[in-house]
């Protein structure tokens, strides 16, 4: 190969890679199809992994399931944008309401979100927080969470509080 030729072709085959490694997609997320993954601070702190499943929810709502159903895990439930008809998730942010709010009428129109934790020995629920779809069709979602989350314990005289972050790409079954 002529060296007039070498140059310009090892530029554009730098510019190519490195274009081609800055295009987004779902491997973003650090998970595979099917899985989430999340990390608790505060008050009980772990790391949980497992499936991932996007399910419709009464109401027009999307329902998101991560763990098994025997298992701890988060459940997720928000009003999508534009509903109109059947439930489908789509790109956006959702902040966390509280659940007696997730049917009222809101002035914003904006969606809401609830989201309940359950572990082994405790259940707590979403105070603050969002989740961003980033990924969302073809019966598929895909984003990220931060949940500030309160246990549901009224026996305990002050409750426990932690943090969950996370990523996640959710199919449905």
């Known amino acids: 190969m002529p060296r007039c030729l070498a140059l310009p072709l090892s530029l554009t ?3 190519l890679v490195l274009l081609l490694s800055g295009c987004g997609d779902a491997s973003d997320l650090g998970v595979a199809a099917g899985r989430y993954r999340l990390q608790i601070q505060g008050a009980v702190p772990d ?10 929810a009464r109401d027009a709502r999307v329902g998101l399931e991560l763990g098994t159903r025997d298992g701890p895990g988060l459940s997720m439930e928000f009003t999508p944008r534009g509903t109109g008809g059947a439930p489908d998730a789509a790109t956006g942010r959702y902040d966390v309401v509280r659940a007696a709010l997730l049917n009222a009428p809101r002035t914003d129109s904006l969606p809401g979100l609830v989201a309940f934790l359950s572990l082994p020995d405790a259940r707590f629920e979403a105070t603050e927080g969002h989740v961003s779809i980033t990924q969302a069709g073809r019966g598929a979602v895909g984003g990220t969470f931060t949940l500030e989350m309160t246990e549901q314990a009224p026996a305990l005289p002050t409750s426990r509080t932690i943090r969950v972050t996370g990523s996640l790409r959710a199919r449905r079954p």
């Open 13 to 15: 085959g730098l510019c």
């Open 47 to 56: 790391t949980l992994a497992g499936p991932a499943v996007l399910r419709s």
